[in-house]
């Protein structure tokens, strides 16, 4: 069974340009979940998705927005794009639904975003 | 608010030995889920071990075992026989479900080094 898929793994943009990175579930996942990887913050909660919607959103500014497809695919948007936003964007996936032990999350190999 | 500590930024330990990295969490919630994720240098997270807070049987797999103190609200991961390939970031994380979602908390992570 394929593991979660995250595309591009490595990214170079300019301030002020905006980036989207790609991310499949595991096969049978209904939701996705984004986090932001930095040395200083450790993980950070961006936003969560389920069937579609965003159920969960963390504290980061309308910069950051994410989609979720019908085949449970995601995609995040960040625009104009700051230095600070250079980190590892992980992105996880879970079965989502009402029960705890279907909310394991596993974690894809992230996408590397240096903003020069 | 729910949170994760983990007090221990770095640790090291020979090879075939035994260590144990600590978590304690605050929260006042009686039903949730804790885990542990190892990060290699390769940077994905992988699940390490889970503990559902309702069981008192503290969960093992292989080398890796939790000591779960829940009025301690503690939840310590051991590896024994440690090996090479263990060298990597650990993080504890707290999980609730709840309002028809669930949420993870991460602490900041124990760098685990083996040495040889």
């Known amino acids: 069974k394929a593991g979660v898929t995250q595309t591009p793994r490595y990214l170079i943009k300019t301030r002020g340009q905006q980036v989207t990175l790609s991310c499949s579930p595991i096969s049978g996942h209904r939701s996705v979940s984004w986090y932001q990887q930095t040395p200083g913050q450790g993980l950070q909660f961006l936003f969560e998705y389920f069937s579609e919607t965003q159920r969960n959103k963390g504290n980061f500014p309308g910069r950051f927005s994410g989609r979720q497809f019908s085949n449970s695919r995601s995609e995040m948007n960040v625009s104009t794009l700051e230095l600070g936003d250079s980190a590892l964007y992980l992105c996880a996936s879970s079965l989502g639904g009402p029960r705890y032990s279907g909310n394991t999350i596993y974690f894809g190999e992230g996408s590397w975003l240096t903003v020069v | 608010a729910q949170t994760v500590t983990q007090s221990q930024p770095e640790m090291s330990v020979q090879e075939a030995e035994t260590v144990t990295l600590s978590c304690t969490y605050d929260t006042s919630e009686n039903n949730y889920y804790l885990f542990w994720y190892k990060q290699p240098p390769s940077r994905q997270m992988i699940l390490v071990i889970r503990q559902e807070a309702y069981k008192q049987q503290n969960a093992t797999e292989n080398r890796f075992s939790v000591n779960f103190q829940k009025a301690a609200k503690s939840f310590s991961l051991k590896i024994s026989d440690s090996q090479l390939g263990d060298t990597a970031m650990y993080f504890c994380?707290?999980?609730?479900?709840?309002?028809?979602?669930?949420?993870?908390?991460f602490g900041t992570g124990t760098r685990l080094k083996v040495l040889a």
């Open positions: 994380a707290f999980m609730k479900y709840t309002s028809g979602t669930y949420k993870y908390i």
